[in-house]
């Protein structure tokens, strides 16, 4: 949502509608959302046209978690779900993932401030740094404004966001910018706890000083025109003048609303929209003419009172309690109800190769399968294999080029269920659930039993590894890449190389005499894993400084072989994209099976910065793993993880840089049988 110039007109305003404040033993409503995507936005190290840098990223959130503990303020983290009110904002979200098509399909290093693509895993990683502060998250059914702002202002709580429709909801509202992050938290004499300094929004002088009672405040958004309605497709006699600024539209729409009761104000809106707009116009008059109360589900959630909210599937049956709970606990992201509720499956945004396949492809097995567990609860009978009997299917978005086009993929009804019903999934043995995830996964039985012999932390990363070679062919030096940073991040972690040794978010390393990996792991040298990453900092893979290389832009993995680490490989950055989206479903549909396979956060392990210039370097050295021979203990676990991987995949990834995979969208969707 939001409404566009209103923050910008606020700011500029000053100290008109903005009052100092520090923010101290208080309880603060933050929008994830917003305050997630802008925390990355203005760090300098994300690096987004590599992928994500999540270790950083989640060091970042941890900071801005530990700043509102050290000031005694307890955050109520709240997200949007996955439910629209009548699809109200549809056209706009297409837009929006419109744009973040062309940002991510256009993001170089070089322009990457300007086309800075929010990580896959970003709010998955502020949840986790949430969780490692016992900070309450909740997961809104809907979308969460609304409610959130309705709830604030029953409970008088502040909201930290820099949402523009917070504004017109008249709560207090404390902009993100305003927080004076550079200075942390300050200590105040006298004071058990330190305050934050910042800003908060004046509701009551922004409506004297409008001259509006504050019952018309929110009807504002709709004449002001936010992101689902133009204001100049009122017929006002205004709309004679030509080319409105903000000043002008606010006294416009101000000075008609003080013409009219409120009760009347719907109407009168109505009435100046052609006919063709009302319906959409009467949508978001229902949103913002929601003045009073508090919002069931949210205060159901935090304080176990009032009624709940059922929310039913398509087929209009009930989801399951467990189901719900997980939801609004943020265990699952808001795609997963929009599956199970519209059979919807929209557009993921990542940065990519435009002239490559969607980088969701490879893993669409993956959706499809957990896309059958949501479905079972309307289709008992749902397979994964094709039967002439469709009983449902499943909207799909897909990136074609440099366009979002819809496809419908089938599901069929099964001679025997084999796949397990989403009511049923607390109480199914966890070895039956195992087998339907190592199906999905094509994991055969030496595989499975493979897996297990790495730590519990990374087996869910190392399966991931193996159906991300199967399905999109990679070259070795991709897959070595992989290894190598997989073995590094996972010994920075254990030993506070550049993370806080406090916010490790590893258990203890598992040393087993009759298992070589775990043992191996558990033995490594921290004085090993000190010269491992200074050789690595001496062939520039790593990010020390602020200071950075510039890059020349590469688009193909098989350039001419070079010691410069400074070529960048869109491609590459392609194909981890594409594991990153395996990667990513493998571990919701992980998730909602209870867990098969052990929980992780094997996802901090993934630096996109540290990744691409890693494959630069292996490209470039054949030989690469004895560059790490003087480091003794981490050299021998590298040589076992490769070895290990390659009786996984028969040592089957590519040794020639060819690219032999599946070309287009409509290859891969007539393997789907679409």
């Known amino acids: 949502m939001g409404i566009r110039g209103l923050f910008s007109y606020i700011e500029k305003q000053g100290d008109k509608f903005l009052k100092d404040h520090e923010l101290t033993s208080t309880t603060v409503i933050v929008d994830v959302n917003n305050v997630a995507v802008t925390i990355h936005n203005s760090s300098y190290d994300m690096d987004p046209a590599f992928g994500g840098n999540y270790d950083k990223l989640f060091a970042k959130y941890c900071d801005f978690n530990s700043l509102l503990k050290q000031c005694n303020i307890t955050p109520i983290m709240v997200l949007n779900g996955g439910l629209g009110v009548d699809n109200r904002n549809r056209n706009k979200k297409m837009k929006n993932r419109l744009d973040r098509l062309r940002k991510s399909t256009k993001c170089f290093p070089g322009n990457q401030n300007r086309n800075n693509v929010f990580p896959l895993f970003g709010e998955e990683v502020f949840i986790n740094a949430c969780k490692m502060f016992n900070f309450k998250v909740i997961q809104n059914d809907f979308e969460a404004d609304e409610e959130t702002a309705l709830f604030a202002k029953g409970m008088h709580y502040p909201v930290l966001s820099s949402d523009s429709d917070f504004l017109i909801f008249g709560v207090k509202q404390i902009p993100l910018n305003s927080l004076n992050r550079g200075m942390m938290a300050k200590y105040t004499p006298g004071k058990r706890s330190s305050s934050l300094k910042c800003k908060i929004f004046l509701a009551d002088k922004f409506v004297d000083y409008l001259s509006l009672p504050s019952t018309h405040l ?38 008609w609303l003080r013409q009219h009761k409120i009760d009347d104000v719907p109407v009168k809106i109505l009435s100046l929209v052609e006919e063709e707009k009302k319906e959409e116009l009467k949508k978001l008059l229902a949103y913002y003419g929601k003045t009073e109360g508090k919002p069931t589900a949210l205060e159901y959630f935090l304080k176990g009172s009032g009624k709940e909210i059922i929310i039913n599937s398509k087929g209009n049956r009930a989801l399951p309690q467990w189901f719900m709970t997980a939801s609004r606990e943020a265990m699952f992201p808001p795609w997963i109800l929009r599956i199970v509720c519209a059979q919807e499956f929209f557009y993921f945004a990542q940065v990519e190769e435009l002239k490559e396949p969607y980088s969701v492809l490879p893993a669409m097995d993956i959706v499809k399968g957990l896309s059958a567990v949501l479905l079972s609860h309307d289709y008992r009978n749902i397979s994964l294999e094709s039967t002439n009997v469709k009983v449902a299917q499943l909207t799909v978005q897909f990136r074609s080029g440099a366009t979002i086009e819809e496809r419908n993929i089938p599901f069929y009804e099964g001679q025997c269920v084999t796949v397990p019903n989403l009511e049923d999934i ?45 399905q999109t062919n990679p070259s070795s030096h991709q897959v070595d890449a992989l290894i190598m940073m997989l073995v590094v991040q996972r010994s920075v972690g254990k030993y506070g190389h550049g993370q806080n040794q406090a916010s490790d978010p590893f258990a203890a390393m598992e040393g087993d005499p009759n298992n070589t990996i775990k043992n191996l792991w558990s033995r490594l040298d921290k004085s090993d894993c000190d010269l491992a990453i200074k050789i690595l900092e001496d062939r520039g893979c790593t990010q020390k400084s602020i200071a950075k290389p510039k890059y020349k832009v590469s688009r193909y993995d098989n350039a001419a072989k070079s010691s410069n680490a400074c070529k960048y490989y869109k491609r590459t950055v392609h194909k981890y994209a594409e594991f990153q989206m395996i990667l990513y479903f493998v571990t919701y549909m992980n998730r909602l099976l209870g867990c098969p396979y052990p929980e992780t956060n094997s996802v901090l392990c993934f630096n996109g910065f540290f990744l691409h210039n890693l494959a630069s370097y292996i490209f470039s050295n054949s030989n690469w793993i004895e560059t790490f021979s003087t480091c003794k203990s981490v050299y021998r676990l590298l040589k076992q993880v490769v070895l290990t991987f390659s009786s996984l995949t028969k040592g089957q990834y590519k040794q020639d840089h060819s690219n032999e995979r599946l070309r287009n969208l409509d290859d891969m969707l007539m393997r789907l049988k679409v």
């Open 218 to 255: 929110p009807y504002l958004g709709v004449l002001l025109g936010d992101d689902l309605y133009d204001f100049k497709s009122l017929t006002s006699p205004h709309n004679a003048q030509k080319n409105f600024n903000f000043q002008s539209r606010m006294d416009v729409a101000a000075s």
């Open 426 to 470: 607390p109480l199914l043995p966890l070895g039956t659930k195992e087998r339907f995830f190592n199906q999905v996964m094509k994991l055969n039985d030496f595989q499975s039993r493979t897996i297990k012999q790495f730590p519990k932390d990374i087996q869910m990363f190392i399966g991931s590894m193996i159906f991300w070679n199967n």
